[in-house]
């Protein structure tokens, strides 16, 4: 699976990006997708995920009813809809695939930037 990410950029606080992950290669259906970010100087971190059918979400605690992860599994896309950004949001934003019963994620996007000015 070859995943691309896009649709980072640079916003206001309190505004809203959506980021869209592309994929190609295999079905995405098969896979959880997730998304993850890095910020300046610290680890890569879960942001979110979603299960094959999208019937299952969970979010890290910071981003919990301000972002909202699914995809289109039709038009193998991923999206994460960002609302209420705090400049604390600001990292490169990456999306990742792994297979349902998986316990890593093997396939990553890119990444693309964020950055939210206070």
């Known amino acids: 699976v070859q995943l691309q990410a896009s649709g980072g950029g640079l916003v206001q606080a309190g505004g809203s990006l959506r980021l869209s992950c592309a994929a190609s290669g295999r079905a995405l259906s098969s896979y959880v997708m997730g998304w993850f970010r890095q910020a300046p100087g610290k680890e890569r971190k879960f942001v979110a995920a979603i299960s094959w059918s999208g019937g299952y979400t969970n979010y890290e605690d910071s981003v919990k009813g301000r972002f909202t992860i699914s995809r289109d599994n039709a038009m193998s896309m991923a999206y994460l809809q960002m609302s209420s950004l705090k400049a604390e949001d600001t990292a490169i934003y990456y999306c990742?695939?792994?297979?349902?019963?998986?316990?890593?994620?093997?396939?990553w996007g890119q990444g693309t930037q964020v950055t939210v000015s206070s």
């Open positions: 990742a695939a792994r297979l349902e019963y998986g316990t890593t994620y093997d396939y």
